[in-house]
């Protein structure tokens, strides 16, 4: 008995010296890298297998999240949607079927998919013909209320509304609420093509095929696109427009999907909220949430986040918009021992500058995840060193060793997650930069502090 505890304690001394040599290494990493810098950092590092280690600096102060906010909007759908949630797109009609015609409108309700694409409208499509359905002798109604709101986030950068990363949230969107227009310059023709099929927005082109190649403008005005200038015949060349009124654009797809297939539709389309008690003709349902949130996380998707930010508002407490939504994840937190004084929630992606969270916050998550049946469906969403999504150009020296999610806006450059060092050992960390002139601050800190934790 004596010689077992001897050994105890000798391990024990053993552990409290690495642990405090790992540190020393940590600190010293960071007083190098930021000297002569001005800068807002918050680090906290702590040990899932042993208890005797914990580094932090700075580690209650709020700082800009960017994306790691996705850390707190994915980890809370896991724990109060479960891996299994499935979003549903439904078909319903307040009709009835007879000789091919349907009587009535068909009526195309959202349930805030983040995935649905041209192609699922395509399949329900299919399937509506599969039940005889030839004519529409109604209209094609769309219904985006799943969400009570639909548009952008409260503090994201209205400098680049002009790209998809930033594309609006709605209960009813597809392709992420981006469309795709094909342009191809002929020698005497230009055509241009719409990804996904619609008839809600216009081109007004005046593009012309020319010896001297200017070069051309897009300008988007409400649903018209105006397209102009010279290039040289043969180019062909794409653009991505966030789409500004997603339900009754994804409707606008749906209506022409359906007539291209074959099937007649002698109304109209439009968006209104659907009545009660109609009869359900289709259900869509998504990949699981599991799924889902590696999207989410690996290629640190905005839209998706968004849509699983508001669903959590709408399953939970029956309103899908940001100030419900928020509720829903600060009283998770709370409900798992995170101290919410200092977390300030906006959007579920991380656009808004206005969010705000801390190091200690981040790590609490992460490590009460490590302890949940959910741990693995939440571990294989993040991004791998070296392998995948925003990690895959980065830390090839320690590739497979750092699953971690990203976070960037401007003067933002974080990384949240966890390190398998050679010993065996997890570590979850949480090193948030703010105040950045440039990344290059930020990428050293990240790179070494992961590295000196993945050799250990």
Known sequence: MKLKAFIFSLLLIF???????????????????????????????????KDNFRFFLNHQMPLIPASNQKILTTSTALLKLTPDYRFKTLVLTDGYIKDGVLFGNLYLKGGGDPSLTEEDL??????????????????????GSFFSEEGRGYGWPEKDFDYCFTAPFSGLSLNENCLTV????????????????????????TLKASKHHTGYSVKVEGNKIYISGSVKAGTQFEISIPVKNPAIFTTSA??????????????????????????????????????????TNKDSDNFYAEQIFRTLGREIFGKGDSETSARVVLNTLREIGVNINNIRIYDGSG?????????????????????TPYFFDFY???????????LKHRFYEIKGKVYAKTGYIKGVKNLSGYVLSKSGEVYVFS???????STEVANKLQEKICSTLAER
Request: glycine share 6%; aromatic share 10%; net charge positive.
């Open 351 to 371: 656009l808004s500058r206005y969010n705000l969270i801390t190091a200690e916050s981040l790590v609490k998550i992460l490590s009460y995840i490590y302890n």
């Open 15 to 49: 552990y409290s010296v690495l642990a405090n040599t790992v540190k020393d290494d940590i600190q010293s990493i960071v007083n190098d890298v930021l000297k002569n810098h001005d800068v807002k950092v918050g680090i906290y590092v702590e040990s899932l297998t």
């Open 380 to 390: 294989h969403s993040l991004a791998i060193s070296g392998v995948d999504g925003t």
């Open 254 to 295: 749906f209506y022409t999907i359906l007539k291209n297939s074959g099937i007649q539709v002698k109304g109209r389309y439009f968006i209104e909220n659907t009545p009660s008690n109609l009869k359900t003709l289709v259900t869509h349902y998504s990949v699981p949430l599991k799924d889902i949130i590696k999207k």
């Open 122 to 143: 395509k399949s329900i499509v299919k399937q509506l013909k599969e039940i005889g359905i030839k004519k529409i002798d109604g209209n094609v109604v769309g219904d």
């Open 431 to 437: 090193i948030l930069t703010n105040d950045l002139k």
């Open 182 to 205: 094909k342009v191809f310059v002929g020698s005497k023709k230009v055509s241009v093509e719409f990804y996904p099929e619609n008839n809600y927005y216009q081109v007004v082109n």
